[in-house]
């Protein structure tokens, strides 16, 4: 199991805000502990260590939390390949400089083809 001390303390600092925000939102729907952990089909002590903040708890339980509060729309958009400016532009650095042509025609599209071209 992941302790906590053996984290950054940002991370540590983050799971407990995300696991107090889920604490926030089950309790402003009036919903119990008993009541949330049965419908994400977990323990109350598992959903406790959720809203605890503790690194050991699954991002499945994590997922599920959300979902039963309504919350899971913005799940598919964290960590988007789109968004991770580090990632693309050590990409780009990775790309040829040029492309040389082989100074054949090309095979698989006529000549005709390539003026139908729509970009």
């Keep these: 199991m992941i302790q906590k001390k053996s984290l950054p303390s940002e991370i540590v600092n983050t799971?407990?805000?995300?696991?107090e925000h889920i604490r926030i939102?089950?309790?402003r729907r009036s919903i119990t502990m008993e009541?949330?952990?049965?419908r994400m089909y977990v323990t109350r002590?598992?959903?406790?260590r959720l809203e605890n903040g503790e690194p050991g708890v699954s991002l499945a339980v994590f997922?599920?939390?959300l979902w039963v509060l309504g919350l899971d729309k913005d799940?598919?958009?964290?960590?988007?390949p789109e968004q991770d400016k580090v990632g693309?532009?050590?990409e780009r650095q990775r790309l040829p400089k040029r492309v040389r042509g082989t100074g054949k025609a090309n095979v698989t599209m006529g000549a005709g083809k390539?003026?139908?071209l729509d970009f």
């Design 114 to 116: 390539a003026n139908e």
């Design 63 to 65: 997922a599920l939390a």
């Design 35 to 38: 009541e949330m952990a049965s």
């Design 25 to 27: 939102a089950r309790k």
């Design 45 to 48: 002590k598992t959903l406790s």
């Design 88 to 90: 693309v532009f050590l």
């Design 15 to 19: 799971l407990s805000q995300l696991g």
């Design 75 to 80: 799940l598919p958009d964290i960590a988007l």
